[in-house]
């Protein structure tokens, strides 16, 4: 296997030094290394190395809708955004319920070999909130899922979601709610409040997405299990998570980048592609969820990215389908939002967008572990002072609907390694 020597990196939460990379290992950091004869060397001058980050909220669409996105095309754009990792979750056709669509997920992004696929199980069968789906024999597949969500649905039945943390207690799993309170969110299309009534649009109050993280939290604190919050959207939420955990509640959140950066005034343009569950909400919430990412009331970010062809989102609002993609532009909106404004360290980066998701999923082994000699060779080299301009037809995405079209953001992967192997160099997919 080819040997890698990157000289002269800023090595997150260390020095600037060199980094040897071989047999799919870090073998090395220090200084005048000594590097295999036929090492290719990349400079890495001004750049930070960082561990490869992990999603742990990615919708590859596949099986079912690869007009969409495909795992291999999912793969290629989590590469271009930095990320070895991706947690894939079940709102596939068919769903992710049973312990074979489990293993194809997995053995799929095994063979494209782009970034580790790790399948999310649904919590109920079908997804639809009534049975438990078998979560045993998910967890015994060899994908050896460790993390339950009907993300797209809340499991909004207390009794149903109390019996799912009893159950996945006893291997340690994880349940992860998408905190959406069906009967407060019906027919709703953006962020309730003045805006919607200007604009005409059934309001989707805060407090839908509030009510089921409390309850959540109260039930998990009954049961004694593990509970993760789905892409946590306002104010009311943050102060509701800080509190749980001054109390010593067992929660983790996350947050995306789209709800870091952008606010419910996009809707103004009546363009679909900003229509996203949950909505984009008010000024006061993205300040919020800004802090409470950066003193680790949110734990984590997670892209939710979510794919979907021209059709479904070209259409008019209320046809349209909600979901924005976000794998290739995650780092920079990171950047922009939160290190560009000093909230945040790239040692904080690393920690929201590697080490702490990779707990939670319980990849650790694998996955987001500080870089050092002997440590699986799975990182990313940035460049914090390039800039590019997201064009959504340049994507390796199979569908474009990125919010972030035109804006010019900070940042570029210029290198992502996988187990030792370039799956990025220059800034392009090496294959
Ligand atoms: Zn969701
Ligand atoms: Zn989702």
């Known amino acids: 296997m080819s040997s890698y020597l990157i000289t002269g990196a800023s090595i997150v939460g260390g020095e600037v030094a060199d980094l040897l990379i071989d047999n799919g290992e870090i073998v090395a950091i220090g200084n005048d290394l000594d590097a295999p004869a036929d090492a290719t060397t990349i400079d890495g001058t001004g750049k930070i190395a960082l561990p490869g980050l992990v999603d742990l909220h990615t919708h590859l669409r596949e099986p079912g809708r690869e007009d969409a996105e495909t795992v291999l095309t999912g793969t290629r754009a989590a590469a271009l955004g930095g990320f070895t990792a991706v947690f894939a979750m079940a709102n596939t056709e068919p769903v992710a319920d049973t312990a074979g669509v489990v293993e194809q997920v997995w053995r799929l992004g095994r063979e494209a070999g782009y970034a580790d696929v790790y399948p999310i199980g649904a919590v109920t069968v079908g997804r639809q909130g009534t049975q438990l789906a078998e979560l045993g024999a998910m967890a015994e597949s060899a994908a050896r899922v460790r993390v339950f969500s009907d993300d797209g649905d809340c499991v909004w039945d207390a009794a149903l979601m109390r019996r799912a943390l009893e159950y996945v207690k006893a291997f340690g ?11 407060l969110t019906q027919g709703a299309q953006m962020n309730e409040g003045a805006l919607s009534g200007v604009l005409g649009l059934t309001g989707w109050p805060s407090v839908a997405e509030e009510s089921i993280i ?19 959207s306002t104010k009311g939420s943050v102060e509701i998570v800080r509190a749980a955990k001054r109390r010593g509640l067992e929660v983790t959140a996350e947050v995306t980048p789209h709800h870091l950066l952008l606010t419910e005034d996009k809707v103004e343009s009546y363009n679909p592609v900003y229509k996203v569950n949950p909505p984009l909400r008010t000024k006061e919430d993205v300040e919020a969820v800004r802090e409470g990412l950066a003193d680790g009331t949110i734990d984590i970010v997670a892209t939710d990215h979510a794919p979907h062809p021209v059709e479904d989102k070209d259409c008019e609002w209320s046809a349209a389908a909600f979901g924005m993609t976000g794998l290739e532009t995650a780092l920079s909106v990171v950047q922009h939002a939160m290190i560009d404004t000093k909230l945040m360290t790239w ?28 440590a699986p060779a799975n990182l990313v080299l940035v460049d914090p002072a390039g800039e590019r301009t997201v064009v959504p037809s340049e994507t390796a995405s199979l569908s474009r609907n990125t919010p972030f079209d035109g804006m010019t953001l900070p940042g570029r992967v210029v290198a992502t390694f996988l187990r030792g192997k370039p799956t990025v160099l220059d800034g392009k997919l090496t294959r």
């Open 173 to 183: 799993g994880t349940i992860a709610q998408h905190a959406q309170e069906p009967r």
């Open 347 to 374: 040692a904080d980066l690393a920690d929201r967008m590697s080490y702490r998701p990779a707990a939670i999923g319980q990849v650790s082994g694998e996955h987001g572990q500080p870089l050092a000699a002997g």
């Open 214 to 232: 409390a309850r959540d939290i109260l039930l998990n604190a009954h049961v004694g299990s593990k509970l993760h919050i789905c892409h946590l």
